[in-house]
Every structure is written in structure tokens, then in C-alpha cells.
């Protein structure tokens, strides 16, 4: 699997990215997909993932109402705040059947991509 993100950039309190992850390799596996960002010297946050074979998706509760999948693996920010800086990753691992809702915790993600920057200031 080789992932891909993309959409990163600058924007001011309240305002709007969408974020993509190009994703080769998936196929039709189960596979579970999240986005997980993370600010130099902390540790990395899972924020959003998604199986690809359908059941819920999940988002962290400090974007929940605020971020979205979109357009398959795209991430919608919306009300962007400072707080929300940091590198943005997609990752993902092939999920067992036992798997049906995909967990935000980075342990779990195999492959990972190199990441988008978002700032907001």
C-alpha cells in the first residue's frame, strides 16, 4: 500500500481544507483507513478513520461536527482553529473480519503516508 496526501496548507480561524489521500494498493481488502495528525513533540492523534468495506465511521471528539470523510478518503475540515495544526497523516492496516469500526489508534496503521501540513493562524 502506498498512500499519498495532499490539500495541506494555510488558513485563518474558521476556515475550510479538504485533505486527500491517494491510496494504491487497497484494492477490495478490508482495509481500515484513518487520519491522524500530530505536532512536533507530542504525540500523534488519531482524528478520523473509516473502513473500506463499509460500517461507521469514526472521528475523534475534539472534530467531531467540524471534519468529515468526504469524496471516499478525503478529510473536510471545516472551522478550522489554531489548534487544529499540526501534520496530517493518512495510514492504514488490513482489518481482520473481527474488525467492523476501525480504531484511532496509531499503533494499530501500518503503512502511513509523508504527511501534509496544515497551519491555521
Known amino acids: 500500500v502506498q498512500l499519498v496526501e495532499s490539500g495541506g496548507g494555510s488558513v485563518q480561524p474558521g476556515g475550510s481544507l479538504t485533505l486527500s489521500c491517494a491510496a494504491s494498493?487497497?484494492?477490495?481488502?478490508?482495509?481500515?483507513l484513518g487520519w491522524f495528525r500530530q505536532v512536533a513533540g507530542k504525540k500523534r492523534e488519531g482524528v478520523a478513520a473509516?473502513?473500506?468495506r463499509g460500517g461507521g465511521k469514526v472521528y475523534a471528539d475534539s472534530v467531531k461536527g467540524r471534519f468529515t470523510f468526504s469524496q471516499g478518503y478525503n478529510l473536510q475540515m471545516n472551522g478550522l482553529n489554531p489548534e487544529d495544526t499540526a501534520m496530517y497523516y493518512c495510514a492504514t492496516f488490513s482489518a481482520p473480519l473481527s474488525i467492523t469500526r476501525c480504531p484511532l489508534t496509531p499503533d494499530d496503521y501500518v503503512a502511513w503516508g509523508q504527511g501534509t501540513q496544515v497551519t491555521v493562524s
Open positions: 473509516l473502513h473500506t
Open positions: 494498493g487497497i484494492g477490495y481488502s478490508r482495509t481500515c
